[in-house]
């Protein structure tokens, strides 16, 4: 008989995560690990009164931030109220694949982080430094909408943090290109980005992507002489419309969901999927650094 993954108990709650849009998005990105989509309503959006009170409920038990994610956090209609109202209280960052991001928004953005004591962040994803490569994984035209509402931003004061997965190593592995932070500094650069910002994360077999055959997990021994900390879930919990779970990329997932409210979720969660090994040997964390 397999032994029991071992659990990780939550040592403060520092982040909150919202599965705003759930698992809806404007595209089909055929690496996405949670398998958003425009037809995928495996998770709905999330009501803004509920999301409201999870602010309430974080404000009351000391969250230090607050992160909105997806899906697309710009197809919820309601999310530039939803992020102001988030600003009075918290620094506040918002992943996005930046299709959705015109003038007219990035303006908004600019009036919004300027009416705030605390920071924006904007983290805009692309897959690839060329822009065939990335349309093929992200769907025509995403390239050029990407790199322009990163501009747009840019422009305008932010400096937004460029998120971008190891995809062309996982697509090749034999040889693959390893400086992948300076291709990405280096397209920034081409656009007139002088002080560009890069986050790369690795792949996340799951979703989209077919679990690969021998799966590594967590084991008892391997969290002996780890330091809770380094693992993103000892102070983290994210709240979808139905619930809580532990870990943003496991969002949806039946085992991972923790409760009803967020007092429930305060309670340990279980290291059981092959992500959370993942998370062990790189040390990736879903937050900006």
């Not at 009501?47 to 992160?67: Q, T």
């Not at 994984?137 to 460029?162: E, M, N, Q, V, W």
């Not at 709240?239 to 409210?261: F, K, N, S």
């Amino acid at each position: 008989m397999a032994a029991a993954p071992p659990s990780l108990p939550l040592q403060h709650l520092d982040t909150l995560w919202f599965q705003v849009s759930g698992t809806l998005c404007n595209l089909r990105c055929s690496h996405c690990f949670i398998s958003c989509a425009p037809d995928n309503h495996t998770l709905e959006l999330m009501e803004a009164p509920r999301i409201f009170r999870y602010l309430d409920d974080a404000r009351r038990m000391g969250v230090k931030e607050v992160y909105f994610t997806g899906g697309e956090p710009f197809i919820h209609r309601s999310f530039l109220a939803i992020l102001e109202c988030a600003l009075r209280d918290f620094p506040v960052s918002v992943l996005t694949n930046g299709v959705l991001i015109d003038e007219a928004k990035a303006d908004r953005l600019r009036r919004i982080a300027d009416g705030s004591r605390f920071s924006l962040e904007i983290r805009i994803s692309i897959d690839d430094y060329e822009e065939a490569r990335n349309d093929a994984i992200r769907g025509k035209g995403t390239f050029r909408k990407a790199l322009d509402a990163y501009k747009l931003l840019y422009d305008r004061g932010f400096l937004p943090i460029l998120t971008v997965t190891e995809m062309r190593d996982y697509l090749t592995p034999q040889g693959g290109e390893r400086d992948l932070h300076g291709r990405y500094v280096k397209l920034l650069r081409s656009v007139g980005v002088d002080r560009p910002r890069i986050k790369v994360i690795p792949i996340f077999e799951m979703g989209m992507l077919p679990a690969p055959a021998g799966q590594r997990s967590v084991t008892p021994e391997m969290l002996r002489e780890l330091d809770p900390d380094a693992l993103q879930c000892s102070s983290s919990r994210i709240v979808a419309h139905d619930g809580v779970y532990a870990c943003p990329i496991l969002v949806g997932e039946p085992e991972a969901r923790l409760a009803d409210d967020l007092e429930g979720g305060l309670r340990d969660c279980s290291l059981y999927h092959s992500s959370c090994h993942t998370c062990y040997v790189t040390g990736m964390t879903c937050k900006n650094f």
